[in-house]
């Protein structure tokens, strides 16, 4: 499956931005699908998770409540919904999709990355 995230761009503190991920290539809703996000110099970590069907989702725990994970299989896209942003969420942010059988924050349970979209947070 190829993933492709759109929707970066630069924003002050406290706007909100949507990021989408369209897939294309395959059966989108047999995987969970991840976002995450690296600054550079630094290593990528996990943002949120949803399962295939959209039932379940989990978050990195500093980032619940301020971003919403979400999918539409008949349309192939899962999106990420970010408010309040702050500078430090300033990142590329990537979208993965899993094989796996649970939804997971680990990059080694991905097996396909999308190219980053950059967000960048003004202060």
């Known amino acids: 499956v190829q993933l492709q995230a759109f929707g970066g761009g630069l924003v002050k503190a406290g706007d909100s931005l949507r990021l989408s991920c369209k897939a294309s290539g395959g059966t989108f809703s047999m995987y969970n699908m991840g976002w995450f996000r690296q600054v550079p110099g630094k290593e990528r970590e996990f943002v949120a998770a949803?399962?295939?069907?959209?039932?379940?989702?989990f978050y990195a725990d500093p980032l619940e409540g301020r971003f919403t994970i979400s999918r539409d299989n008949a349309q192939n896209t899962v999106l990420l919904q970010m408010e309040s942003l702050k500078p430090e969420d300033t990142a590329a942010y990537y979208c993965?999709?899993?094989?796996?059988?649970?939804?997971?924050?680990?990059?080694?349970?991905?097996?396909?990355w999308g190219q980053g979209t950059l967000v960048t947070v003004s202060s």
């Open positions: 993965a999709a899993s094989e796996a059988i649970h939804i997971s924050r680990k990059e080694d349970d991905y097996n396909y």
């Open positions: 949803i399962n295939w069907s959209g039932s379940g989702t």
